[in-house]
């Protein structure tokens, strides 16, 4: 499903702030698979979250997400695949403080052409699955960071993604929250989902339903269990 | 389908130009000013030469003035054989009329005489008078609407002007032109030649100029050379030098007016232009996040565009409108007196509503579409960069 090549991607190229954030990655991820990005902060896990999620582009080296070699596509057709195949969910989960929930979630149905019925029908739908019905109108600011986090989840989910990427999803959220968020992650695992958590917390990396933990250390793959 | 995409990206963007309330308020505001002051002046112009062409157009097509020491003066009314023998020239007409400094309202008036012909000339270009309410002679006379407020003066109302040799002459009016055609009639008294003559003390054989009427308006020029020649010692000036005048006074004046409020309209754009193509933080951010989600830079341009569209174009219209009720229901007061200045016409002063398509197409041209594209640079800037590099300000 996803597969990283010699993957390396170097910030602020040829000034004197550059930074090798990741460095050489090989890596390989099957469909259906959960796996978690361990390591400490600085390591290189975003920015690998980033590059599978074709929110930047490698400065050397192949990313393949769905058969597709995302470092090579051009911007129109990258922000294609970005939308057909990759769910994000945000360290800061980057809602849009000002709109309600509801539009929120919407946000990543607007370019698809959709019926507003169908637009309905598909917010419906992940409100019920991420149980924040009867907040939908709520702005996104006025949320518990719980709450966020499962907008956020929703928003992710709604154009129904192959790949699920959570950055740090439980850095602000109390125990009961994480394991809500383990959860769900278990329910999207089982629907067949491929998921990829960038995270520090043990809670997430000893978590059961968690097939691989690959470990990172300034841009390296430095152990996988 | 696209349809539909459309529709829900330009609802988004109204959510949020309203979400940027405070932001998007200052920039109206500041652009209703701007197009509020540039409407006004291009409004106003343009109205005034237009009254100014009407005007003309009953114009005679050569006035023949006689010239002594250089300056104007009475002309012998036999010279009209004389203009007559001219081929090409259907009509000469002498004309009476003079100014008037009344000195209790420190105004002048002009005064023309008017008899037969000439009088139904005239009423023909104020279609707003009607001849019932409007008999002149025998000290009954038309005036304007500044004279009357003036003087206090109503329909049947008597007033007294001092003669030329110090005695009184009394006038009754026998009507009072309509605001509308102040340009021509504010400080304007319309009597009978007669009554001119007795006013002015002008000599029976003499008037103040002769109009000339031209059959083929091509040969102007040609007969206003021959008066010339025919009548040594006259000048023969033409409609078309008037008309001339006229515009370079107005082009003048708007001109300075325009140098005038360069410097405002610059302060303006540059503030607008900054407002406009500052990107907040957090705006780049929200850039960042939507192409995050999957939107493509094309569906963030169209987004901008409309916000910037709904601004300007709203912006516009207010601003357009306003400069349309403050010329010319509004007697036009923050621009009248620059433009006008030459006035021996004392305001108010309204205009007839007019609208010139091209010079609404101008200002909209110098206003709306600068700003639209000025909001779309930085939006282009921003969603060209991958997100993640926009998310973290990198």
């Given amino acids: 499903m996803i597969e990283l090549k010699d993957v390396t991607k170097v910030y602020y190229k040829g000034t004197p702030k550059e930074v090798k954030a990741v460095d050489g990655i090989s890596l390989e991820i099957a469909k259906g698979e959960m796996v978690v990005l361990k390591g400490p902060s600085g390591s290189g896990k975003t920015t690998l979250l980033t590059l599978i999620g074709c929110l930047s582009r490698p400065t050397r080296g192949r990313v393949l997400v769905a058969g597709k070699d995302t470092s090579r596509l051009q911007e129109p057709f990258l922000t294609f695949h970005r939308r057909m195949h990759v769910g994000f969910v945000f360290?800061?989960?980057h809602l849009i403080p000002d709109i309600s929930v509801y539009e929120n979630i919407l946000l990543p149905l607007y370019p698809l052409d959709m019926t507003s019925q169908e637009m309905e029908e598909r917010v419906e739908d992940a409100l019920r699955k991420l149980r924040i019905k009867g907040?939908?109108?709520?702005?996104a600011k006025d949320l518990s960071g719980g709450e966020q986090q499962r907008v956020a989840i929703a928003r992710a989910l709604v154009t129904d993604p192959e790949i699920i990427?959570?950055?740090e999803p439980t850095a602000n959220l109390d125990t009961h929250l994480s394991r809500d968020f383990l959860k769900i992650m278990d329910g999207l695992k089982e629907e067949?989902?491929?998921?990829?958590?960038a995270s520090h917390d043990p809670l997430v990396y000893e978590h059961k339903g968690v097939d691989r933990v690959i470990e990172m250390r300034d841009g390296r793959l430095v152990g996988c269990s | 389908m696209s349809k539909e995409r459309h529709k829900h990206i330009l609802s988004f963007s109204i959510t949020s130009l309203l979400r940027r309330k405070g932001k998007n308020l200052s920039i109206f505001l500041i652009y209703t000013l701007m197009v509020f002051l540039l409407g006004s002046v291009v409004f106003f112009v343009s109205a005034i030469k237009r009254e100014a062409a009407t005007t003309l157009k009953g114009a005679p097509d050569i006035v023949v003035q006689q010239i002594r020491a250089g300056r104007h003066d009475l002309i012998p009314t036999e010279y009209m054989e004389k203009v007559r023998t001219i081929r090409g020239v259907t009509k000469v007409i002498p004309r009476v009329w003079g100014y008037y400094f009344d000195g209790p309202t420190q105004s002048n008036y002009t005064i023309i005489g008017m008899d037969g012909e000439s009088y139904e000339a005239f009423r023909?270009?104020?279609?707003?008078?009607?001849?019932?309410?409007?008999?002149?002679?025998?000290?009954?006379?038309?005036?304007?609407?500044?004279?009357a407020r003036s003087r206090g003066l109503k329909r049947g109302g008597h007033f007294y002007l001092l003669r030329s040799d110090g005695g009184l002459k009394t006038f009754e009016v026998s009507g009072i032109f309509s605001g509308r055609s102040s340009l021509l009639t504010h400080d304007l008294i319309v009597m009978s030649e007669k009554d001119v003559r007795e006013l002015f003390l002008i000599p029976a054989r003499y008037s103040i100029d002769l109009a000339v009427y031209v059959r083929n308006k091509e040969e102007i020029e040609t007969i206003a050379r021959k008066i010339g020649e025919v009548l040594p010692g006259t000048r023969a000036v033409i409609k078309e030098q008037i008309t001339k005048s006229y515009e370079t006074v107005f082009g003048w004046r708007s001109g300075l007016v325009f140098t005038a409020?360069?410097?405002?309209?610059?302060?303006?754009?540059?503030?607008?232009?900054?407002?406009?193509?500052?990107?907040?933080?957090?705006?780049?951010k929200e850039i960042g996040i939507l192409k995050a989600l999957g939107w493509r830079i094309e569906d963030i341009l169209e987004m901008k565009f409309w916000e910037g569209l709904t601004i300007s174009l709203t912006a516009f219209l207010a601003g357009i409108i306003l400069a349309y009720i403050h010329i010319f229901f509004f007697g036009?007061?923050?621009?009248?007196?620059?433009?006008?200045?030459?006035?021996?016409?004392?305001?108010?002063?309204?205009?007839?509503?007019?609208?010139?398509?091209?010079?609404?197409?101008?200002?909209?041209?110098?206003?709306?579409?600068?700003?639209?594209?000025?909001?779309?640079?930085?939006?282009?800037?921003?969603?060209?960069?991958?997100?993640?590099?926009?998310?973290?300000?990198i």
């Fill in chain 1, 135 to 139: 907040k939908e109108a709520y702005r």
């Fill in chain 2, 332 to 393: 036009s007061y923050l621009v009248a007196p620059a433009i006008k200045g030459w006035s021996v016409l004392y305001p108010p002063f309204n205009l007839n509503p007019y609208m010139d398509a091209g010079e609404v197409f101008m200002v909209f041209f110098i206003t709306v579409v600068p700003y639209t594209v000025a909001t779309l640079i930085p939006v282009w800037r921003s969603s060209t960069i991958d997100p993640d590099e926009v998310i973290r300000g």
């Fill in chain 1, 192 to 197: 067949g989902k491929t998921i990829v958590i």
């Fill in chain 2, 261 to 284: 409020l360069l410097g405002t309209v610059l302060a303006f754009a540059i503030l607008s232009w900054d407002k406009a193509t500052g990107l907040s933080a957090d705006e780049r």
């Fill in chain 1, 165 to 167: 990427l959570a950055d």
């Fill in chain 1, 91 to 93: 360290q800061q989960y």
């Fill in chain 2, 124 to 147: 023909d270009r104020i279609p707003f008078l009607s001849p019932e309410e409007a008999p002149i002679g025998n000290g009954k006379v038309l005036i304007g609407k500044g004279i």
